[in-house]
């Protein structure tokens, strides 16, 4: 029973290799596309509010 055991655990043992080896390729292009996609998105929520800030500068 425990040899049966062993390869079912393999099998997960498979899916872990897999999840590190991406976290590690991952590891590196995230240091780098994290600030990016963060810069993106406050650019992106900024924006309207300087659009704003334009408008309410020019309206009045």
């Known amino acids: 029973p425990p040899r049966p055991q062993a390869p079912r655990p393999a099998g997960p043992t498979r899916t ?3 999840g590190p080896p991406r976290r590690p390729a991952p ?3 995230d ?6 996609i963060v810069g993106a998105f ?19």
Not at 31 to 36: E, K, N, R, V
Not at 49 to 60: R, S
């Open 16 to 18: 872990a290799p897999a």
């Open 27 to 29: 590891a590196p292009s």
């Open 31 to 36: 240091s780098i596309a994290l600030p990016l």
């Open 42 to 60: 406050l650019f992106l929520v900024a924006m309207p509010h300087v659009l704003l800030a334009i408008v309410l500068v020019l309206v009045p």
